[in-house]
């Protein structure tokens, strides 16, 4: 089992910058891949950012040049650094933690913090 609770959102005015954090705990030696995701209200959940089974970032076309990822793997944390926020980066933003093992994938997600992006 791993556990995945995200925190840092909250109201940031258009141009501004907001860090979110993504604790993982539990089993987390399986780790294969580390994901953003994120849900505007009344639109379906897209990827934001992620890091390989091999520890290489990779970013979508919405987050390209804007935010960067990073972690911490003595404190066991994901982060999203977003910059140059628009309004229409307001959404919940998940962490999806997919571990492997015993020929099983598992998908594992928090329950999100949300991001608000409004003058």
């Known amino acids: 089992q791993v556990q995945v609770v995200e925190s840092g959102g909250g109201l940031v005015q258009p141009g501004g910058s907001l860090s979110l954090s993504c604790a993982v705990s539990?089993?987390?030696?399986?780790?294969?891949?580390m994901d953003w995701y994120r849900q505007a209200p009344g639109k379906e959940r897209e990827l934001v950012a992620f890091f390989t089974h091999s520890g290489s970032r990779r970013y979508t076309d919405l987050a390209k040049g804007r935010f960067t990822i990073s972690r911490d793997d003595l404190k066991n944390t994901m982060y999203l650094h977003m910059g140059s926020l628009k309004p229409e980066d307001t959404a919940n933003y998940f962490c999806k933690i997919q571990t492997i093992g015993g020929g099983a994938s598992k998908n594992y997600w928090g329950q999100g913090t949300n991001v608000a992006v409004s003058s």
């Open positions: 539990g089993n987390i030696a399986r780790i294969y891949h």
